[in-house]
């Protein structure tokens, strides 16, 4: 991927993240995801309804890493079925992590292909993958 685009993804994710803001509505599972290491603390709402991921949010204070992933992931899932989400989910841990996966199901989620070559900055892309499939699970 151009690196001019890469870093465009990410900072229009980071500037304007999709889903940012919590909701009071019923219906929703929640969930606070946050680093030991650094500032990134948010926290998540999902809410599934007949096997289908109808809406996610998220909200807190975090890097341009976690907060545009955060954004990108949760477009790339909203309406998916649960195991089409645990799918992309688990590719792209599997990217972040420098094994093999499927590139196809990733989307814009691309964009982190090469952030294993910084390995302080994985836990910042691996955090709301963590915290939506936790709350996938649940």
């Known amino acids: 991927m151009d690196e001019n685009l890469r870093r465009e993804i990410i900072l229009d994710n980071y500037q304007d993240p999709y889903h940012k803001g919590l909701i ?14 650094c500032i990134d603390n948010l926290d998540f709402m999902l809410k599934i309804e007949d096997n289908i991921i109808k809406d996610i949010r998220f909200d807190g ?15 790339n899932l909203i309406g998916k079925s649960v195991d089409d ?23 814009e989620l691309i964009v982190y292909n090469e952030i294993g070559k910084q ?3 994985m836990n910042c892309a691996i955090l709301p993958e963590k915290a939506i499939l936790d709350l996938i699970n649940q």
């Open 61 to 75: 204070e975090a890097c341009a890493i976690s907060t545009s992933a955060s954004s990108i992931i949760i477009r």
């Open 85 to 107: 989400a645990r799918k992309i989910l688990d590719n792209y841990n599997k990217m972040i992590h420098e094994e093999e996966y499927d590139e196809e199901l990733l989307g």
């Open 24 to 37: 009071s509505e019923d219906g929703y599972l929640r969930i606070n995801s946050h680093s030991d290491s």
């Open 119 to 121: 390995p302080n900055r």
